[in-house]
């Protein structure tokens, strides 16, 4: 879900929906999201949102009484203040999404907030701070619980970035998902290397900013462990690979509006993969 605008009391963003349609196409185009199963919000309200998230409910009862293991994936992109986000001229609670989430009738709840003091979800009742690299551990299928990521902490503003067409938590976050978060090589970006990317680039590039630095955040309350693969760049024939003996240093990948689309950091003799959709880039 991507909104640009929150009430009389807020100003309109840039690239709140931008920011949703780019998660969007890469869970349907690496994550393993059937389009079917996919919902796209666009300047729409609370109410049109909790709809969506009934429409695929529905659909996971359906998945769960075939015996199927399921997962719901929430991301948006948008404004929030005062405990709530601001969709349009209305409002949803952060205690009231985490509610939600929490009585999903899924395996595994992912929430992916990329708004102001949206940190505050991770604080409510339910959630808690815990070693990230027991994501990691065990197999995917014994996983079950809630994990939520967002764009910056209680008391920060988050921030957007003309340069790059978007806020800098949700770039880096899915370039990282592209393939800079691989830092294993295996192909496979997992919901803590996706983190941990975020985090570091997030915090850099905001640093110097008239805002001040801002500080993603991550909780989760798992019970087993799992290492949750959130793309795999293998999936299909599509990207690129720099191979091994080109220079070592940061890429950037512009597209023909300007704008950088991917990032790679690549170490002297290590092969990268970025998993760019076909077009043209320089």
Known sequence: AGNDTGGADTRPLSYARDDARKMHDLLTR???????????????????????????????????????????????????KDGALRLGDSRLAFDALKRRLADAPVDIRIAILDSCRSGALTRTKGARKAPAFDVESGAARDARGVVILTSSAADEDSQESDALGGSYFSHHLASGLLGDADRSGDGRVTLFEAYSHAYARTVADTADSSAGPQHPTFSYDLAGNGDLVLTDLRASAEGLVVPGNAPAGSYYFVDPGGLVVAELDKAADTERRVALAPGTYR
Not at 37 to 64: H, M, N, T, V, W
Request: aromatic share 8%.
């Open 30 to 80: 690496l994550g393993g999201v059937s389009p079917a199963d996919a919902k796209l919000i666009l300047d729409d309200d609370a109410k049109d949102f909790l709809g969506a998230l009934s429409e695929l409910e529905q659909r996971a009862r359906a998945a769960q009484a075939r015996g199927e293991r399921t997962a719901l994936f929430v991301y948006y992109s948008g404004h929030a």
